[in-house]
C-alpha cells in the first residue's frame, strides 16, 4: 500500500512520542489500529460485493447464452427441408398481386409452363434398372446377394 520501510517508521514514531506525548500514545495507537481495521472491513466488504455482482452478472450472461443454445438447437429441430423447398417452389410459381385481384395487367404474359413435370420424365429415364435378379423376398429370406462379373477380387 505504502512505502514506508523501517527508517520512516523509527522518525515517524520519534516525531508521535515527541509530539503526543508518552501518556497518551497507546490510546492514540490503539485508536488508529481500530480506525485500520474499520477502512479494512470496508475495503473487504466492497471487494465481496464487487465480487458477488460480478458473479450475477457472469451467470445471467450464461443463461443468456444457453437460452440461445435451446432456442437454436429447438430451430434445428423444427426443420422440414421438404416443406421450405416446396414453399420456395410455390413461391417461384405464383402470380403477381394484381392478376389475382382480379385486375388485368397490361404487360403480363401468359404463365410459364411448369418444367417439373418433364424434370421428372428425366430423372426417372435417367435412372437405370436394376441389374440384379435378386428380389426383396430372397433378402428377407436370408440368401446371399449375387456376385458380380469382373470382381474386384
Known amino acids: ?30 485508536t488508529l489500529g481500530q480506525y485500520m481495521g474499520k477502512v479494512r472491513r470496508m475495503a473487504a466488504e466492497f471487494q465481496g460485493q464487487f465480487q458477488e455482482a460480478m458473479r450475477e452478472a457472469e451467470m445471467a450472461e450464461l443463461k443468456k447464452q444457453a437460452e440461445d443454445l435451446k432456442n437454436s438447437v429447438s430451430e434445428l429441430t423444427k426443420f ?9 417452389i410455390e413461391r417461384a ?3 403477381p398481386e394484381l392478376e389475382k385481384a382480379g385486375e388485368p395487367v397490361a404487360d403480363a404474359s401468359p404463365p410459364a409452363p411448369s418444367p417439373l413435370p418433364e424434370l421428372q420424365q428425366e430423372m426417372n429415364t435417367a435412372l437405370p434398372e436394376p441389374a440384379s435378379p435378386v428380389s426383396e423376398k430372397d433378402f428377407a429370406a436370408g440368401a446371399p446377394p449375387p456376385k458380380q462379373a469382373g470382381g474386384g477380387g
Do not use: N
Open 1 to 30: 500500500m505504502f512505502d514506508i520501510g523501517w527508517g520512516e517508521l523509527v522518525v515517524i514514531g520519534i516525531v508521535a512520542l515527541i509530539a503526543i506525548g508518552p501518556k497518551e500514545l497507546p490510546t492514540v495507537l490503539r
Open 93 to 95: 410459381f405464383e402470380t
Open 80 to 88: 422440414d427441408p421438404m416443406a421450405s423447398t416446396q414453399k420456395d
